[in-house]
């Protein structure tokens, strides 16, 4: 449970890790994340919302379901692909505090090659 | 509130955020950031702590206090400025459960050119 006050209500962290071309677990930078990244900043502002910070982060270690988002002090992780999926996530989660069903990662959405973090 | 199950119980973004020499807000990364994130994965792995993730992060826009970490889903902020504090971050956060009194941020830390976030 977080303590009160929070510094931020809504903490995103965006992954924007850029891996060498081929890796095989790929990476969230090879799949627009950096760009989406920046759509959702200005997206947010625009839209006026408040006591949100959105950061890049570096590899958040989901990188098969990326590119992958984080928001906290919810602990709520999404998968998106494209300003649409963008928009639902600041619409649905950042504003009216509900959760994009269709795009949430879930808890077995593990790195296939190392289950336990 | 966090929604369970969490995928990680601990989530530690460490700023590295780097800016041109003599910024006016200063920068992490100029205060070390970098190497003291890699000393804290390393330890943090040594000492065996579960469920933790140690990410890098963006600009966390608290710079004046900086070097900065901030620990989802808690919350909590913490200016550190060497080894000695990031092991009592350690032990005493992740380890623990507890907080570090000494070098927590406080509400009030706000960026002094545009208080609200």
Redesign the interface.
Known sequence: ???E????QS?V?VC?NLRPAGHKRGCCAEKDSEKLRDYMKVRAKELGVK?T?I????????CEYGPVL?I??????YSYHDRADIDEIIDTHLVKGE?VERLL?Q?QDRRRDRPD?
């Open positions: 449970m977080p303590d006050p929070l510094y931020f903490h962290f924007t006591g910070r950061n890049s982060a570096g590899c958040l270690d989901r984080v906290y002090p919810e602990g709520i992780w959760r990662l808890p973090p």
